[in-house]
Each structure stands twice: as structure tokens, then as C-alpha cells.
């Protein structure tokens, strides 16, 4: 049960606890920000509103803690983050009973999200020992003009306190994937979770602390992002930014300074639906990217591009699919529960009306309750209607007829995202020339878009992101490189 046995500690009364210099602690201010549960729509957690104080604290203390961690051995600094993940697996079940509280994810989804979570943070400490234990080595006489006079090493040292701010979709997943990056190559690490996500994200915290990283190593700081949200991302103790959510990244890296930014924005992912592709494996991609979690995933299939020829026949059997989703309570399992916030739900609600009001053709009733809105699928999109544009994170999915594979590059490619993208082809040929002339991060050939798993690149084109992510990404961008050059007296050659 969140809050209790292993922890207990983490939790005052009935508000959670920010995570400071490897202790919890209560935020001067006395005040707190409700988590409100997306179900019922009343505040089922209370985490701290901390004060710029305490960011200044926490991010000086940052600043000491990674100088020795920046000595501790590569393989101790793998070891407990190995102790980690075994931790928060051992935990699963509190931290996915939070999830399911918080966000409104269905349980069985929560329990996955924490597992694979646990086996990023593992395989990020094996990938961390190798590609952090190797180095270059550079002689000068490769380049014209040169004798060889100068030996140049080469290795990869850290950037010193790394902010991480993950969304509320996976408010654990995406944290890690910051993390465990961050920690194995040598910073520290401040986490500013989402407040729908918080007291999950909390949990995993402590499972770190119980590992037993080093004071000050590790902070989650809880508040409102009108108080402390930009005076931590303009801070200037912090190195590196590492965030995914909406526009707000634009905003962020327009005031970061010049420091290294990883940002993950949101997509409006195409599929595009050639005449030869298999209806059938399409249709059950389109029902699975598109209304998985009710939509709200960075790579949810956002706009249906397929071939006028095919298109009724593709229409009928995602309708027959939708038709066997199940409505309601992510304590249930079901497939399609309530959005994270009522203001999500309006903003849903907009689209849809103003797609009713200029003609798409609705292929379910639109229906309603509080949060929890129907899956709905829109056929006969226009170009003028904003769902062909806009993303609308939820259970709405608009399909556009198109009469040549051109019209759905050129849709795809007039949007001002370009994370992923998906096209659908018996022809493998016509497959790559497509994936090619797509403008995203990723092109899916025959599947949904994904992210993951967590070792692939995972980046956006345009105003979807900035760098890529992926273990590997992930900590080659938390590092930066040191050279070391070696002058000789005199020309020296190794003869054999």
C-alpha cells in the first residue's frame, strides 16, 4: 500500500514528503499541492509545495554530492543502481497501486511500466560500464602536415547536476530514463515529477534511497510549476536539462541558457495506409496505437492517412475492434479509462465539436462521464478541421482519405511535429521510400509507433524535441567529452 511498510517514512500525516541531502523532509512553505484523482475527480494525494529555498539548498547540496561521486568507481556506481532496480521490482505493487490513483493507468499497465522501468535502470548500468570504460586514443600524424609529435586521449566525464522532468503519462519510465543515465555517468541528479505522477514518482525515489546512493545525490523536489518551474530550469547550478511533456519545452530551452537541453515534445504521429498493406494486422495497430491508455502517449497514432480504395473497408473493421474495448475504472483493467485532468477532457471535447461542426462523419456516438470519454473514431477528416492538426492525447482518432501516397507524405510533413510515424506495405520497397521522405525521429514500417524498447533512439524532428534519447543517447549526452594531448620532443613510431 502506498505510504506504508518499507515507505512509511516517506509520508507526514497525509502529505508526502519532498527528497533532500538523503532525507524527507517537510517544505517550510506548510503548504501543499493536491494530486487529484482522475476517476473520481477529488484530491486523493498531498505532496509538499516547496520553496526557491529549498531548490537553492537542493541544488548546492547537487553541486558537492556529484564532486565525489564523479570519483566513485564506474563498477560501485552500476552495483547500486543494480540494487536499485531489484528494489523498485520488489515494490512494484505499491508504486503501480499510485499510478493507477494518480493517472488513472490501468493496473495491469501500471505493474509493466514499474518492471520495465526496474530493467532500464539494469540495463543502463551494463551499457554505463561499457561505453563509459572506453576511451580514444588520436595520433596527430593522421591528418596532413603533421608528424607524429601528439598522442590525444579521449574519455567521456560528466556535466555535473542534471534536472530531470518527466510527464505524467510515465511518471516513473521516464524518470528512470533520465536517472540511471544521469547517475552512471557520473552527476548528480534533481527530479521535478509531474504533480499527476508525483507520489508514484516518489516511491521509486525511495527505492533508490534505500539502495544507498550517496547523500545529496538523489533530489525530488514536489510544487507548482508557477512557483519553482522556471526558477529550476533557469538555475544556474544546473548542467544539463532533460525533459518530456508539451510546449512548455519550448519555453524551457528559450531560457535554459547554454546548457545541454534533451527534450521529447509530443507527436501528431501519421500512419499512412497503402492499397496493398493487410487491413487486418492494420486495424488491430491502429486500435492499439491510437486508444492504448486512452491515447495519452507522446506516440499514440494521432492521424490516419490511408488510401480512398481501402478506406470503408479499413473504417469497418477498426470500428468492429473499438466495439470490443472495455469503459471505465483503471482498477478494473480497462482498456480505455479516464483522461488525467478535466481540462484534458474539455480540450478533447473542443476537438471533437469542432470536427462535428464541419462534417467528419462520427463512427461512434460521442460519449462523455466526467473524465472518462468513449473511444471515437472520425472519419472523413478535412485538412480545416483542427483534430487533423492538433493532438488531441486521448481516445479520438481522425482518418483522412487520401487519393496518392504524396497527399499523406505532404499531411505528415505540414505538421509542426515530427516524432514518429508508421507506414503500412506489403511493398518493402515503397516502405523505405517513404520512411525516407517522412520529416519524424522514427518511421514504424508494418507497426504502431513506439518508443522503445529503451535502448533504441527515441528522438523528434521540429517542435516534437531536441537530441535523441535511448540508454545509449542518454548517456553520451550527459557527458561531454575531455582530451588529454600528449607532446613529444621528437616524430615516434611504433616500427612492428
Not at 468513449?374 to 479520438?396: C, H, K, S, T, Y
Not at 499523406?408 to 517513404?434: E, P, Y
Amino acid at each position: 500500500m502506498a505510504g506504508s511498510g518499507a515507505f512509511a517514512e516517506i509520508k507526514d500525516g497525509d502529505v508526502y514528503k519532498f527528497y533532500a541531502d538523503g532525507e524527507w523532509k517537510k517544505s517550510a512553505s506548510g503548504k501543499f499541492v493536491p494530486v487529484i484523482n482522475p476517476t473520481t475527480r477529488n484530491t486523493h494525494f498531498k505532496v509538499q509545495a516547496c520553496t526557491q529555498e529549498e531548490v537553492n539548498k537542493i541544488i548546492e547540496t547537487a553541486k558537492s554530492a556529484q564532486k565525489s561521486w564523479a570519483k566513485t568507481p564506474l563498477w560501485k556506481r552500476a552495483e547500486l543502481l543494480h540494487k536499485a532496480a531489484a528494489i523498485l521490482k520488489e515494490h512494484k505493487a505499491p508504486i503501480a497501486g499510485c499510478l493507477v490513483k494518480e493517472i488513472a493507468k490501468p493496473a495491469k499497465d501500471a505493474v509493466t511500466e514499474v518492471v520495465r522501468s526496474a530493467d532500464l535502470i539494469s540495463y543502463c548500468a551494463e551499457e554505463g560500464v561499457r561505453i563509459l570504460g572506453e576511451g580514444k586514443f588520436l595520433v596527430s600524424d593522421s591528418f596532413p602536415g603533421n608528424e607524429r609529435t601528439k598522442y590525444c586521449l579521449t574519455s567521456k566525464i560528466p556535466l555535473g547536476v542534471v534536472l530531470a522532468i518527466p510527464p505524467f503519462n510515465y511518471p516513473v519510465n521516464l524518470a528512470v530514463s533520465k536517472i540511471a543515465p544521469a547517475l552512471i555517468a557520473g552527476n548528480s541528479l534533481v527530479l521535478k515529477p509531474p504533480t499527476q505522477g508525483a507520489v508514484a514518482a516518489l516511491h521509486m525515489v525511495h527505492c533508490f534511497h534505500l539502495a544507498g546512493f550517496p547523500k545529496g545525490l538523489i533530489s525530488c523536489v514536489t510544487g507548482k510549476g508557477s512557483e519553482i518551474g522556471d526558477f529550476l530550469t533557469m538555475h544556474p547550478g544546473v548542467n544539463c536539462i532533460s525533459f518530456t511533456g508539451g510546449d512548455t519545452g519550448i519555453a524551457i530551452s528559450k531560457k535554459a541558457g547554454m546548457i545541454p537541453l534533451q527534450m521529447e515534445l509530443g507527436g501528431k504521429d501519421a500512419c499512412i495506409i497503402l492499397e496493398d498493406a493487410d487491413l487486418d494486422l492494420v486495424a488491430a495497430n491502429i486500435v492499439k496505437g491510437g486508444f492504448s491508455y486512452s491515447g495519452q502517449r507522446c506516440t499514440a497514432v494521432k492521424v490516419v492517412l490511408v488510401m480512398e480504395s481501402v478506406a470503408d473497408t479499413l473504417v469497418e473493421k477498426v470500428k468492429a475492434k473499438l466495439a470490443k474495448l472495455t469503459v471505465g475504472p483503471p482498477e478494473d483493467d480497462c482498456d480505455i479509462t479516464p483522461v488525467v485532468t478535466e481540462s484534458s477532457a474539455n480540450f478533447i471535447e473542443g476537438l471533437v465539436m469542432d470536427a462535428k461542426q464541419k462534417g467528419a462523419t462520427f463512427c461512434q456516438e460521442y460519449k462523455r462521464q466526467g473524465n472518462l470519454i468513449w473511444p471515437l473514431l472520425l472519419d472523413n477528416v478535412r485538412p480545416d478541421m483542427r483534430i487533423a492538426w492538433e493532438e488531441p492525447f486521448g481516445p479520438v482518432l481522425p482518418v483522412i482519405r487520401i487519393n496518392s501516397v504524396e497527399e499523406g507524405i505532404n499531411h505528415c510533413n505540414a505538421s509542426n511535429f515530427g516524432l514518429q510515424g508508421c507506414v503500412f506495405t506489403r511493398d518493402i520497397n515503397k516502405a523505405i521510400l517513404i520512411s525516407d521522405a517522412m520529416e519524424t525521429g522514427t518511421v514504424q514500417i508494418n507497426s504502431a509507433p513506439a518508443r522503445g524498447p529503451d535502448h533504441f533512439p527515441f528522438q523528434g524532428l521540429k517542435d516534437s524535441g531536441i537530441g535523441s534519447q535511448g540508454i545509449t543517447n542518454s548517456i553520451n549526452m550527459m557527458t561531454k567529452i575531455k582530451s588529454t594531448v600528449i607532446n613529444l620532443p621528437s616524430p615516434s613510431y611504433t616500427l612492428g
